[in-house]
T-cell receptor, first 115, second 114 residues
Framework: AQSVAQPEDQVNVAEGNPLTVKCTYS??????LFWYVQYPNRGLQFLLK??????LVKGSYGFEAEFNKSQTSFHLKKPSALVSDSALYFC?????????????FGSGTKLNVKP | ETGVTQTPRHLVMGMTNKKSLKCEQH?????MYWYKQSAKKPLELMFV???????ENNSVPSRFSPECPNSSHLFLHLHTLQPEDSALYLC?????????????FGSGTQLSVL
């Protein structure tokens, strides 16, 4: 069965420090991987995606994510956190074009960046 | 602004009420979705409409009834809900034919069932 795991409910980091939000996935075919961010009282906003190619994907607001096939992980990273990065982050996987409507989301990780 | 608009933003209803959630997308997409977001749980896919036909119904109770009159509009009709149905309901849209297509979400309707 397809699934996404975000092992941390919450991540705390000081402003200026690097941040990592973890995600592991399980999918039968080639994974299409996504990160979304949700600010309070808002819907989810797309950050970045991995479809194929370079394992390091760069996205919006200075975020990047590294696809690791052997570890089935797609961790979100940023070299220097900002207070404005504080939000809820969701990892999602889609199991390729044959089931292109099916997005499987994790339970979310709340990122707290303190000044 | 993502191009997906949901109304109302907040809704409080009793268990015997009937209400509807509305979603409109201005992106020219051909697929629309309803998701349920509960705290500390994965987003739950409820319904998918592709080219105005329902293609996915994830064992959602019949007290939730979707309607997609055209490719730009999606409704979720609610009746005799239970308190455990209180959640944030998110609408999303996508363009099916694009490989690696992503979802565009609305801001959601925060539903409270008393």
């Amino acid at each position: 069965a397809q699934s996404v795991a975000q092992p941390e409910d919450q991540v705390n980091v000081a402003e200026g420090n690097p941040l990592t939000v973890k995600c592991t996935y399980s999918v039968s075919g080639n994974p299409y991987l996504f990160w979304y961010v949700q600010y309070p009282n808002r819907g989810l906003q797309f950050l970045l995606k991995y479809i194929t190619g370079d394992n390091l994907v760069k996205g919006s607001y200075g975020f990047e994510a590294e696809f690791n096939k052997s570890q089935t992980s797609f961790h979100l990273k940023k070299p220097s956190a900002l207070v404005s990065d504080s939000a809820l982050y969701f990892c999602a996987v889609r199991d390729g074009p044959l089931n292109f409507n099916k997005f499987y989301f994790g339970s979310g990780t709340k990122l707290n960046v303190k000044p | 602004e993502t191009g997906v608009t949901q109304t109302p933003r907040h809704l409080v209803m009793g268990m015997t009420n009937k209400k509807s959630l509305k979603c409109e997308q201005h992106l020219g997409h051909n697929a629309m979705y309803w998701y349920k977001q509960s705290a500390k749980k994965p987003l739950e896919l409820m319904f998918v409409y592709s080219l105005e036909e329902r293609v996915e119904n994830n064992s959602v109770p019949s007290r939730f009834s979707p309607e997609c009159p055209n490719s730009s509009h999606l409704f979720l009709h609610l009746h005799t809900l239970q308190p455990e149905d209180s959640a944030l309901y998110l609408c999303a849209s996508s363009q099916e034919s694009v490989r690696g297509q992503k979802l565009f979400f609305g801001s959601g309707t925060q539903l409270s069932v008393l």
